[in-house]
């Protein structure tokens, strides 16, 4: 062996002891409770859990809230969480998939009062941050949970119109209050208070060898709440609720992208309203990438479309007029969970549907930047227009292919309970779940 040889052959030895070979993706399984307590079709049993797990490398449990008078990690379905159980009965599961780290997540939008008493634990100093990291360590370890996940429901972006009139004063003026601008004015404070908080929840945790993730919700802004160098040594990961964008509640005359990849240029979009934004957003400020997790939804975010909306469905379409209605499963306006939007896709079955089940038209993205979208005009009336943005398997699969790409820790799913996870599309069950998984590999 010649001598270069051997010296480019110790010289990768060392390299590869310095960058170990990252261990396997996250797959950040998030497992939203209310979807045990569905009904019909949507209803999620354990054995749907257990066929889940075999993908998950983590179970994060949903969700518990803040009390809002003392600042302790409550349960806010006690009947579910206690009298039925269920929190024991999903920790019990760890027997069986001992290689599954399992969490606890506070917040995520599943909590009452409009997260106010997020923003007040945050101000509450050491006294409230000391009950809030000493409840939730004792119902971490009571139930037998391998950590926390701080999942906080802060202040949201304020929408703004993606088309932003440029005319009279007094469209601007009001562009300016209803812009996506200051919605906290002491988010600074809040960003500090914040820092302190997750510093000593995670020294609390690490005597325990607890966990600590950071979810960020959907549009909650992390330059305003999250101070990444100075927290990023203290969380074991950290989820970005990188969808959602848009949705017909926050965006109700106009529909987009709800997760596109990266920025879709022109028609004065936001430049921060895509994954890759949000990610570099965390990587600039030198995180860690296998820290980070990308967030995808299995459902997707409907509006209903007008007859001034048009016929093309070519995003950005105006004129919509807020959520469509809700999906049968879903029971949410504005929401269609996979299962439901795969079926109204063409198919024998829907051929000649006409009304709310006549099927839609779906229009793929070759680029694999943007994200599918699916259409149906409205009908002479001005009834059953629907425009549904949402990631299916292949988009899903492209997101996990970025995940990869730039090194990062993985993907956390929202959530497991609205795939479709009984196969009712194509009989393949947790088809979201598997295009992730064995992009991951
Ligand atoms: C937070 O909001 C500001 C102002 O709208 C925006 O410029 C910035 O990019 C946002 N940060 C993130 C991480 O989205």
Redesign the pocket.
Known sequence: MTSSLWLSLSLSLVLLNQFPVNAAPNLVCFYDSRGYERQGLAQFTMTDMQLALQFCTHLIYGYAGVNADNFELQSINKRLDFEQRHLAQVAQLKESYPHIKFLLSVGGDADTNEGNQYIHLLESGQQGHKRFIESARDIVRRFNFDGLDLAFQLPR?KPRKVHGDVGSAWKSFKKFFT???IVDQDSETHKAQMTGLIRDLSAAFQQNNLLVSLTVLPNV????YYDAPSIANSLDFINLGTFDFLTPERNPEEADFSAPLYEAFGQNR????NVN??ME?WLLQRVPANKLNIGIATYGRAWKMTKDSGDSGDPVVHSTEGPATAGAQSKKAGLLNWAEICQLMPNPSNRNAQGPNAPVKRVLDPTKRYGSYAFRPADDNGDHGLWISYDDPDSASSKAQYARVKNLGGVALFDITQDDFRGQCTNDRFPMLRAIKYRLL
Not at 221 to 224: A, E, R
Not at 270 to 273: I, M, Q, R, V
Request: charged share 5%; glycine share 14%.
């Open positions: 972006n812009g996506d601008f802004n992390s330059s305003w936001l430049g921060h309203y934004f949000q957003h």
